[in-house]
């Protein structure tokens, strides 16, 4: 259950968001952040909050592990809109996390999948990627890499 333990602590972070979303663009939006991670439960859970200054925006993560599934349940919200997004869920191996969950964009339903890897080394990376077409096809749409602060 502790396998966020990785991510305790401040970090620096780019952050790459495509710009439009399932119109098969590669235009990107690359910009900076930080963000604050500390644990919560002794290690079965966490927060971490982001900041991103130049784009006027901060996010926050809450992720709660499962005993009884283990499993993770990550949870996002930001501070445009205050509200809790659905939860992807999912676990680790060999050092990579899969979290997957049911969402919407633009009034339509999608899945979405978050992938942590790099949790074994010095610059851990998050991506997430959505599916219009219930996991088929995937599309890349948020890329952070975090350096320790």
């Given at each position: 259950m502790n396998?966020?333990?990785?991510?305790?602590?401040?970090w620096t972070v780019v952050s790459r968001r495509l710009r439009t979303l399932f119109a098969?663009?590669?235009?990107?939006?690359?910009?900076?952040?930080?963000?604050?991670?500390?644990?919560?439960?002794?290690?079965?859970?966490?927060?971490?909050?982001?900041r991103f200054p130049d784009?006027?925006?901060?996010?926050?993560t809450l992720r709660l592990f499962d005993v009884?599934?283990?499993?993770?349940?990550?949870?996002?919200?930001?501070?445009?809109?205050?509200?809790?997004?659905?939860?992807?869920?999912g676990t680790f191996a060999d050092g990579?996390?899969?979290f997957y969950g049911d969402d919407t964009h633009e009034g339509r339903p999608i899945r979405a999948h978050y992938i942590w890897s790099g949790t074994t080394g010095p610059?851990?990376?998050?991506?997430?990627?959505?599916?219009?077409?219930?996991?088929?096809?995937?599309?890349?749409?948020?890329v952070m890499e975090f350096t320790r602060a």
């Open positions: 396998d966020f333990d990785f991510l305790h602590g401040s098969g663009s590669d235009d990107w939006d690359v910009y900076p952040g930080t963000t604050t991670c500390a644990p919560i439960f002794e290690g079965g859970g966490n927060t971490e909050e982001i784009r006027g925006f901060r996010g926050f009884e599934k283990k499993e993770w349940s990550i949870y996002w919200a930001n501070d445009r809109t205050g509200l809790l997004q659905p939860p992807v869920a990579r996390g899969d610059s851990p990376r998050w991506e997430q990627e959505f599916s219009a077409d219930g996991g088929k096809t995937w599309e890349s749409n948020w």
